[in-house]
């Protein structure tokens, strides 16, 4: 939670996408000011639904309540990619991240000029296109460091075996789970099996369905929503206990958050074909530490109600990432300029340090990975 700043003290706030480590605390500076809050319109929608269930989820821990959820949708401003507006003497711009569906890279015009990253990808997804070259010579390059320290596999042999992975499975009878994020990822993974023509039962579930529905009427940042809208034909949504518990009769796909396994319908459906031989569960992110995902893929145990037990399914990770990997993310800062500073952020100490080291000897940014809150001065 931002409490270092006073919401009185901000011109405005920037948001460049829905994910809850990026907006889950602006409602908070709605609570005592107004302030004014610009984000694309699929960020704000998508970050209603994702506030609105974490306030289901963690209500009670939170500083914050359901009005101001609201304020904040209502107040925020809709701005469109490549529109430019000002803020006081500077001039902003958002342009497209290709990270989920309405993220943006955003840039700010002043008497310097400063790209934030926000979360990125170059890589097309079934989904989306993926990030647009948002022009170069900025004096500040504040960029996202995730995977500086992993390469990513081309997303086409990534894609192959999924699919593989869903035909084998089915073709031994098995049921396949997908712990995925409910943002874009669920959706990603009905896309890519309906591209490659697989023909047995997809379901989805959990918050899922209500961001599929999302997608399917948000033409401007959804690229891939033809292909979205014929595989929704075939996607079946589970609508309540009798689907859930009817659909582990037969062979199939299960898409559902969890992504990590931390509860929601997969934790569900991951116990319920963990001890079946013929099935699979497939992780597709990221897996943190600690979580039951990261300890089904390195012990290979899944913990349900406080008990473990051994898992007889297939577990395999294959990571469909909405990030840009190494090789994106060195490309990315090597083609933006060749002085500034650029400051790395949003990665593991290890990863922002790395990728800092990395632009100091490959590029002439001066690298900065900051180590607190104290102000830089460029
Ligand atoms: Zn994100
Ligand atoms: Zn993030």
């Known amino acids: 939670?931002?409490?270092?700043?006073?919401?009185?003290?901000l011109d405005a706030v920037l948001i460049s996408h829905a994910h809850l480590d990026h907006v889950g605390a602006a409602p908070l500076l709605t609570i005592s000011s107004t302030p004014k809050i610009y984000a694309t319109e699929s960020t704000i929608t998508q970050a209603e639904i994702l506030l609105k269930d974490m306030l289901k989820l963690s209500g009670y821990y939170l500083p914050f309540a359901a009005a101001e959820v609201t304020k904040f949708v209502r107040t925020a401003q809709r701005i469109r990619y490549g529109e430019r507006f000002r803020i006081k003497d500077a001039e902003i711009e958002f342009v497209d991240a290709g990270h989920i569906p309405g993220s943006a890279q955003i840039i700010v015009n002043a008497d310097k000029t400063l790209i934030y990253t926000g979360d990125f990808t170059p890589i097309k997804t079934?989904?989306?296109?993926?990030?647009?070259?948002?022009?170069?010579?900025?004096?500040?390059?504040v960029t996202e460091s995730t995977y500086a320290l992993e390469a990513h596999e081309p997303r086409k042999v990534l894609e192959d075996k999924v699919v593989e992975l869903a035909r084998e499975t089915v073709n031994q009878g098995g049921i396949l789970v997908v712990p995925s994020f409910a943002v874009a990822r669920s959706q990603e993974v009905a896309c890519i099996l309906h591209a490659h023509g697989f023909k047995a039962p997809v379901w989805i579930d959990g918050m899922a369905r209500q961001l599929l529905e999302v997608y399917l009427q948000d033409e401007e940042y959804v690229d891939g929503i033809d292909l979205l809208a014929k595989a929704s034909r075939r996607?079946?949504?589970?609508?309540?206990?009798?689907?859930?518990?009817?659909?582990?009769?037969?062979?199939?796909?299960?898409?559902?958050p969890a992504g990590m396994l931390k509860g929601g319908p997969a934790a569900y459906y991951a116990s319920?074909?963990?001890?079946?031989?013929?099935?699979?569960?497939?992780?597709?992110?990221?897996?943190?530490?600690?979580?039951?995902?990261?300890?089904?893929?390195?012990?290979?145990?899944?913990?349900?109600?406080?008990s473990e037990f051994k898992a007889a399914a297939k577990v395999v990770q294959y990571k469909l990432s909405a990030h840009a990997g190494q090789t994106e993310l060195r490309e990315y800062i090597s083609k933006r300029g060749d002085s500034?500073?650029?400051?790395?952020?949003h990665g593991?100490?290890?990863?922002?340090?790395?990728?800092?080291?990395?632009?100091?000897?490959?590029?002439?940014?001066?690298?900065?990975?900051?180590?607190?809150s104290e102000p830089i001065v460029v």
């Open 348 to 372: 593991d100490p290890a990863a922002c340090d790395a990728f800092a080291s990395w632009i100091k000897e490959n590029t002439g940014y001066r690298a900065i990975n900051p180590a607190g």
């Open 1 to 9: 939670m931002p409490g270092h700043v006073s919401p009185r003290d």
């Open 126 to 141: 079934r989904l989306l296109n993926g990030s647009k070259d948002p022009g170069s010579g900025f004096d500040v390059v």
């Open 272 to 306: 319920k074909v963990a001890d079946d031989p013929a099935s699979s569960i497939l992780l597709v992110s990221f897996q943190a530490p600690n979580t039951p995902g990261a300890r089904l893929l390195s012990e290979g145990k899944l913990t349900l109600d406080g």
């Open 235 to 256: 996607i079946r949504i589970v609508r309540g206990k009798r689907d859930r518990v009817g659909i582990l009769d037969e062979p199939g796909v299960v898409v559902s």
């Open 340 to 345: 500034g500073v650029a400051i790395t952020i």
